[in-house]
């Protein structure tokens, strides 16, 4: 009776290759404990990003103290951020998304032109400017506004459960979507 060896642990197996492409054909997003865990990812990547714009902008101004020109450098920042995820999402992914084989598309499935990768970009604010303002209204600091922020960001990522393909809202109104993308096999040289 002939036995049959387990797959290869490096190679797929069916039901591990239909379940994203399935998923990817009907335009449903990835799972958003995997979306989450990249936009987690991300955010510990833009400390680096952060860090570099900061000292730039404080060595270009001369700035000596961490609340001068304050609102020039979160201006800056906004710019650099822009910049950074507008080239990146017109490519394809940024690196986290890459990391977690995530790819934003637009509608039809091709990658993003940069005009609608800075409305994406505008409207991930969606993410961050609710609550800021309600901490400015109620004139929370410290542990409420980080609470608040907090608490928006989860019911923000929840909501996505109430659109049809499981997107996240902003990717809706910016007429992009993000999609599982299985980066192609390595091709193995020869000895």
């Given at each position: 009776?002939?036995?049959?060896?387990?797959?290869h642990?490096?190679?797929?197996?069916?039901?591990?290759?239909?379940?994203?492409?399935?998923?990817?054909?009907?335009?449903?997003?990835?799972?958003?404990?995997?979306?989450?865990?990249?936009?987690?990812?991300?955010?510990?990547?833009?400390f680096?990003?952060?860090?570099?714009?900061?000292?730039?902008?404080?060595?270009?101004?001369?700035?000596?103290?961490a609340?001068?020109?304050?609102?020039?450098?979160?201006?800056?920042?906004?710019?650099?951020?822009?910049?950074?995820?507008?080239?990146?999402?017109?490519?394809?992914?940024?690196?986290?998304?890459?990391?977690?084989?995530?790819?934003?598309?637009?509608?039809?499935?091709?990658?993003?032109?940069?005009?609608?990768?800075?409305?994406r970009?505008?409207?991930?604010w969606?993410?961050?400017?609710?609550?800021?303002?309600?901490?400015?209204?109620?004139?929370?600091?410290?542990?409420?506004?980080?609470?608040?922020?907090?608490?928006?960001?989860?019911i923000?990522?929840?909501?996505?459960r109430?659109?049809?393909?499981?997107?996240?809202?902003?990717?809706?109104?910016?007429g992009?979507?993000l999609?599982?993308?299985?980066?192609?096999?390595?091709?193995q040289?020869?000895k």
């Amino acid at each position: 009776m002939p036995v049959s060896s387990p797959p290869h642990p490096r190679q797929p197996t069916d039901s591990v290759v239909s379940a994203p492409t399935v998923a990817a054909a009907k335009g449903l997003a990835p799972a958003l404990r995997r979306r989450m865990a990249c936009w987690l990812y991300e955010g510990m990547l833009m400390f680096g990003v952060v860090f570099v714009a900061a000292y730039l902008f404080s060595t270009l101004t001369q700035t000596r103290h961490a609340l001068d020109n304050r609102h020039a450098l979160q201006a800056f920042l906004f710019v650099v951020f822009g910049i950074y995820f507008v080239w990146f999402w017109s490519h394809g992914h940024t690196l986290a998304m890459k990391t977690w084989h995530i790819r934003v598309v637009d509608r039809q499935g091709r990658p993003l032109s940069q005009p609608r990768a800075l409305l994406r970009y505008v409207l991930c604010w969606l993410w961050f400017l609710p609550p800021l303002a309600l901490v400015r209204v109620l004139e929370l600091s410290g542990s409420g506004a980080a609470a608040m922020v907090m608490g928006w960001v989860v019911i923000w990522a929840l909501l996505s459960r109430f659109h049809p393909q499981g997107q996240f809202w902003h990717d809706a109104l910016a007429g992009t979507r993000l999609v599982h993308h299985e980066p192609p096999p390595r091709q193995q040289k020869k000895k």
